[in-house]
């Protein structure tokens, strides 16, 4: 797509020139982050499909969070959403209610062993990345510890006002720490 008709993002006070250089970086941390995604989805098997932990995520962090809901927030229709939460409420990592402000709706809140299961995830996800970062040289890990706070920062410009990143922060410290 040419810039020109690239979509509109929010824009900050300090909203950089698009330039050959900001491009490449994006494009570069763009193809970084979905193959360092791609290859920990392969290496660690799940329990649960990537679409049923990101629902468990959301329910999770938004929960109890209606169903329609979830699926605007996972970007699924309604019917799909609905397969996926009743896959999990099989599983016994959600439970269904009706929504108490409307009897056409039901709210999904997690369980005891849902996050359970996330806490796993997390852990066993946190130790394939130490592995990894232990496979680097001192000055590698040191420039990717130096860049934390601007990769933090630009997820939170993605997600402004959540504060996600320090409660998956606090989460993951708590879920490595659990053996």
């Known amino acids: 797509m040419p810039p020109s ?10 909203a ?8 490449e970086l994006a494009m570069r941390l763009r193809i970084a982050f979905a ?3 791609r290859v920990q989805r392969q290496e ?4 649960l499909t990537p679409v049923q932990i990101s629902a468990l995520y959301k329910v999770d962090f938004y929960g ?19 397969r996926v939460v009743a896959s999990l409420e099989k599983g016994g990592f959600v439970t ?11 709210q999904v809140t997690i ?4 996050r359970k299961q996330i806490d796993v995830v997390r852990r066993d996800r946190t130790h394939v990345m130490a592995r990894r970062l232990a496979g680097l040289s001192v000055e590698h890990r040191a420039a990717l510890s130096a860049a934390l706070p601007a990769i933090e920062a ?11 990143t320090q409660r998956e922060i606090e989460r993951s410290a708590r879920a490595t720490r659990v053996r």
Do not use: F, N, Y
């Not at 008709?5 to 300090?14: G, N, V």
């Not at 369980?111 to 849902?114: D, I, P, V």
């Open 64 to 82: 109890p969070i209606r169903v329609g809901d979830l699926a605007s927030r996972e970007q699924v229709a309604g019917p799909t959403m609905c």
């Open 154 to 164: 630009l997820v939170d410009s993605v997600l402004p006002e959540t504060g996600l």
């Open 35 to 37: 193959l360092i995604a």
């Open 16 to 23: 950089a020139k698009m330039t050959p250089d900001l491009i």
């Open 111 to 114: 369980t005891a062993s849902g």
């Open 44 to 47: 660690l098997p799940d329990l």
């Open 5 to 14: 008709e690239a979509p509109s993002l929010p824009t900050t006070k300090r």
């Open 96 to 106: 269904r209610e009706t929504d108490p402000t409307s009897a056409r709706s039901s």
